[in-house]
């Protein structure tokens, strides 16, 4: 009897380490996941506008007045008090806005070889920015040439700063070595201006766009100026999703809907994904020329420290605005380049997002 006894105790023991076995490894499973949402992180957003402004005609109905042009808009402004434009045309004279702040001033440098603003030197006029032919032996006489090598720098109302190329002065932007320019009866009319012209519509005096990342720790969720560290995992520069592959980092996509991602694959990694969304274009209905996210597209990131990451794009503009609006529609946009999305980390160096 004392033996069965013992047998019992031994096996009720036995049964109880296992029940305790057993849960002690189901604690050890993965660890839970829990997504985060992160709004309006910059992807080295582009404050340069350049635009090309093509016959802007000096002052058709009065040759006493300006004709104001803002660089913002790429349009002509009716009232010359106010501090919407930026630089205005009378014959061969360009006036800034020096009446709300604004200066101009011509620099011995070619428009693509400027890159910084002055700040000082300003004036509140040029006439200076062209070489008149008169009865040049060869060539054009009595014309009006852009000087080449030079640009003129604005200072707007609002304290930016514009460069611009004077490309012609004349209807049209002629051939000014053709045959038909060089009579003075079949050449067209002139006082209308044709240029090329950079904002900037940060507070900065550069006047170029500089292609480079932005990375994002998503175990922090902070940005990381050291690109060269293991510390980011993801770098965003305008369409463009890279991985840190130099820290052994990669990055896919897969056509599976956020939600329905339980795991993350263990191949197949690369260095970048430009593929997560769509290029409306010229649409038919809908927003044109729009950078909407794909539907049931899910990121799936490797980062250095070998853990996981899944991430859903929602959004490419700043302040996640519905694009379905009229406003949208119509072009009445907030910036670009801004992203708002969902993510999920597995810190236990697992493959599991459940």
Not at 11 to 38: K, W, Y
Not at 217 to 222: A, F, K, M, Q, V
Not at 289 to 305: C, G
Request: with cysteine; proline share 5%.
């Amino acid at each position: 009897m004392k033996s069965l006894n013992n047998k019992l105790t031994l096996l009720v023991t036995l049964l109880a380490f296992g029940f305790f076995a057993c849960e002690d490894s189901g604690s050890n499973g993965p660890a839970p996941v829990e997504g985060q949402i992160v709004e309006d992180i910059p992807a080295n957003v582009n404050t340069i506008s350049e635009f090309t402004a093509s016959d802007v005609q000096d002052n058709p109905d009065n040759t006493e007045n300006y004709t104001f042009f803002d660089f913002e808009t790429g349009a002509t402004v009716s009232d010359s008090l106010s501090a919407d434009w930026d630089i205005a045309f009378s014959g061969t004279t360009i006036l800034a806005n020096s009446g709300n702040d604004g200066g101009i001033q011509l620099v011995e440098t070619a428009y693509a070889d400027v890159e910084t603003a002055p700040t000082t030197g300003f004036e509140a006029s040029n006439s200076s920015w062209f070489t008149y032919t008169g009865m040049a032996p060869n060539g054009p006489q009595h014309a009006v040439l852009p000087n080449e090598d030079e640009t003129l720098i604005i200072k707007t109302s609002t304290g930016n700063y514009a460069k611009v190329r004077m490309i012609s002065y004349y209807e049209g932007n002629p051939d000014t070595e053709s045959e038909e320019f060089k009579s003075l009866q079949t050449r067209p009319a002139s006082k209308y201006f044709t240029f090329e012209y950079a904002l900037q519509s940060a507070e900065s005096t550069q006047l170029y766009h500089e292609d480079s990342f932005s990375y994002y720790d998503l175990e922090t969720g902070e940005m990381v100026a050291d690109s060269s560290s293991s510390q980011w995992d993801i770098g965003l520069n305008a369409t463009t999703i890279i991985a840190n592959t130099e820290n052994g980092g990669g990055i896919q996509s897969l056509n599976i809907a956020y939600a329905d991602l339980d795991e993350a694959p263990t191949s197949g990694y690369g260095e970048s994904v430009t593929d997560w969304y769509l290029y409306t274009g010229e649409a038919p209905t809908g927003p044109k020329h729009a950078i909407l996210p794909k539907d049931n597209l899910t990121i799936v990131i490797k980062t250095a420290t070998d853990i996981y990451a899944k991430v859903r794009i929602i959004s490419y503009y700043k302040g996640n605005p519905n694009t379905s609006s009229e406003d949208f529609i119509n072009f009445i946009r907030p910036e670009s380049r801004y992203y708002t999305f969902e993510y999920a980390v597995q810190t236990d160096g697992s493959t599991s997002f459940e």
